[in-house]
């Protein structure tokens, strides 16, 4: 599985957040339409099967310390030239 960028998880987390207060709050046909689209955007994005997984996956992803790689230099000899002239 590829891990999704914490920010990816925090978006998905708080949309679903947001979907099921809202439909809790006063269900509609939309509401719950914007509850499931949340849950299974939660769901493919941890890749598991159910939200209380997909809950506890992204929490776990997000208490693990992030990774951070410097980005090239735009004068890094090892990364190129990507532009090319006529």
């Not at 679903?16 to 439909?23: L, V």
């Not at 955007?41 to 410097?70: E, F, K, N, Y």
């Amino acid at each position: 599985m590829l891990t999704p960028r914490p920010q990816d998880l925090r978006v998905a987390l708080a949309r679903y957040a947001d979907a099921r207060i809202e439909d809790d709050r006063l269900p509609t046909d939309a509401t719950a339409r914007a509850v499931e689209d949340a849950a299974y955007t939660l769901c493919v994005l941890t890749g598991t099967q159910d939200v209380p997984q997909a809950i506890a996956l992204a929490d776990s992803l997000l208490a693990q310390p992030a990774t951070v790689r410097p980005a090239p230099r735009a004068t890094d000899p090892q990364q190129g030239d990507n532009l090319q002239t006529a």
